[in-house]
């Protein structure tokens, strides 16, 4: 198979029948920078390419016909590149309003250049719920009403497909946007409500696989720019060391964010958790003695599974588990996970949920209540089922909305953003709603990676924001892991990327089309009708404190400075004063605009 970018696979459902049709790769001599053949994000693939099918349908209403779900692979997709074996979904998002787009594991992105493509753009409804089986390129769509209700892991079992699975369960068809994209045969929910856009097209799974063989240009290029990846993973302590992610997965950070005052505790109303001992990472490998899971090919995969199968929670829906519904019981916390696994509920929107139902109700939730709401969630019933709407639904209908502890109705992830100030910042831009990973602040102000910054102040935190989601933006369009990022840069990427297609690779430029793609982001949430007003946290982070440390304060956010920050990023995004794209912006990064 030659190095090219690939086909884009357009499937449209009609009724019984998947009609597909193939975009041809375009020239791979038109390079991966300045606008051209890739169209303006600069990239053939992953959250750049996704972006650009559902920019002019930023119009359309969640559930129309013509609304694209994107399922892209990268450019780096197939090889051996370190971290690169990641896969993207992206559509609108039925929880958030906004363009979303999840990064997915398993081999998705394998099974897509193994094909000879890009990605899948998927529109138009099945008849009754089915599967759409992608096998070499060519697509048929399978009816199999029965399956609607199944949970994931009797889904995956009864199909056994080979490749990779895509999937939903009964929260999707419940019509909870809080239902994910499950991938890992099950093993990983997707955020955003992503299963319900599935769902809405009456898929209930989606199967891709692929018989050609994946090559590179310059094959003693990449094995050259692949070693340095591996030599800098190696060096990195929160990747390789003796407490990263390589031994303990993403729950390896549950620790740091202890002794930082950082964790999440009674729904964001403390930074610490008194059980913290008993349910971070190392109780995980006492108690559940886990194997790891991850993409294909990742030396370093940060998923986790225990001898039984079961998957363990990651960083955030063991920590939303445990301190933030305040909850001490470590196997409470997996199980729920679990439960969340089986009917494609996010866990840790679903977590948030039950905090934000906590606080407003007074009602505790020992075990065997926290267990019976997740299950009503993903079933939609009862009080399940106006939890299942999402936190800032559920408070906003309680009267009490300053309880939703969101961001453009995205719940936060386990990371409390009095203590860390960049982090405040990213969580209230970000174009996909309350997201860490849209710049991985925790890098440089909880890990200190690659440059330490002082976590308690704003200055010069819009200018690191502003490059930083460029970066991963362009990262996201490889489609490379986040946590890559606490290695490398586009620097060291950008060799691989020129010995895998054999087109000069610039980090600069790089850079720029990742700058294209967060400007396209705020094009589509414009659209939609989203503002500064949005772009903003919760009111509690602004009046109280955190917990305080044996040596330090939690003070809360300074109003006033946030606002200067946010002010100071707005003009280097080129955004007007109230968050808008401008038409001159978006002129010079080659994207329609018109206010």
Not at 171 to 182: C, E, H, T
Not at 376 to 382: C, E, Q
């Amino acid at each position: 198979m030659s190095p090219s970018p690939g086909d884009i696979l357009r499937v449209r459902l009609d009724a019984s029948t998947a009609h597909a049709t193939r975009d041809a790769a375009p020239d791979a001599s038109d390079a991966y920078g300045a606008p051209g053949a890739y169209g303006a994000s600069g990239f053939p693939g992953g959250r750049g390419r996704a972006v650009l099918e559902l920019l002019p349908k930023a119009h359309l209403p969640l559930d129309h016909p013509d609304m694209p779900l994107c399922l892209f692979g990268g450019p780096l997709s197939g090889t051996a590149a370190p971290l690169c074996g990641r896969s993207v979904a992206a559509a609108i998002s039925p929880l958030t309003g906004t363009v979303f787009d999840a990064q997915l594991g398993g081999r998705l992105a394998f099974e897509l250049a193994k094909s000879h493509l890009a990605g899948l753009v998927v529109t138009g409804r099945a008849a009754v719920p089915s599967g759409l089986v992608i096998e070499d390129g060519r697509a048929r769509l399978t009816p199999c009403p029965e399956a609607a209700g199944l949970t994931t892991y009797e889904l995956a079992l009864g199909l056994r497909r080979p490749g990779a699975l895509l999937c939903v369960g009964p929260a999707a068809f419940a019509g909870s946007p809080l239902a994910g994209i499950v991938t890992g045969r099950p093993g990983r929910v997707s955020r955003g409500g992503l299963g319900l856009c599935l769902a809405a097209k009456n898929l209930v799974y989606v199967a891709v696989s692929g018989s050609g063989r994946v090559s590179v240009a310059d094959p003693a290029g990449f094995f050259a720019a692949r070693a340095d990846l591996l030599r800098l993973t190696a060096a990195s302590p929160a990747l390789s060391g003796a407490h990263g992610l390589s031994r303990y997965g993403t729950a390896a950070l549950t620790d740091l964010t202890d002794s930082l005052c950082m964790t999440p505790t009674r729904n964001f109303r403390d930074t610490r958790f008194p059980g913290h001992m008993a349910v971070n990472a190392p109780a995980l490998l006492r108690e559940y003695a886990p194997r790891r899971a991850g993409c294909r090919a990742c030396h370093l995969p940060c998923g986790r599974v225990a001898a039984d199968g079961t998957p363990l929670p990651g960083m955030d829906a063991l920590s939303h588990f445990t301190a933030l519904a305040g909850n001490p019981d470590l196997k409470t916390a997996v199980a729920a996970n679990a439960r969340c696994v089986a009917m494609g509920l996010d866990p840790v929107s679903a977590a948030s949920a039950l905090a934000c139902h906590a606080e407003i109700s007074g009602e505790p939730l020992p075990p065997d209540r926290l267990l019976a709401l997740v299950d009503d969630m993903g079933h939609g019933r009862g009080l399940g089922r106006e939890l299942a709407r999402g936190a800032a639904a559920y408070a906003r209908d309680a009267g009490r909305p300053e309880a939703a502890m969101a961001v453009k109705d995205l719940e936060l992830a386990a990371y409390d953003p009095r203590g860390a100030y960049g982090l405040a910042l990213s969580y209230a831009v970000s174009t996909r709603g309350g997201c860490h990973l849209r710049a991985f602040c925790i890098g440089h102000e909880v890990l200190r990676k690659p440059v330490a910054t002082d976590r308690f102040d704003f200055a010069g935190k819009a200018r690191i924001l502003f490059q930083a989601e460029n970066a991963l933006a362009a990262m996201d369009s490889l489609v490379a892991c986040p946590y890559l990022a606490l290695a490398a840069s586009l620097e060291e990427l950008a060799p691989v990327l020129c010995a895998v297609t054999g087109c000069a690779a610039d980090p600069g430029e790089m850079a720029r089309a990742g700058e294209r793609v967060v400007y396209a982001e705020r094009i589509i949430n414009a659209r939609r009708g989203f503002t500064a007003k949005q772009d903003d946290l919760p009111q509690r982070f602004f009046a109280e404190p955190g917990t305080p440390g044996e040596d330090f304060f939690v003070p809360p956010i300074d109003r006033a400075a946030f606002l200067a920050a946010r002010a100071a990023y707005y003009r280097l995004r080129g955004l007007t004063p109230d968050g808008l794209p401008r038409a001159d912006s978006a002129r010079e990064l080659g994207l329609p605009w018109t206010a």
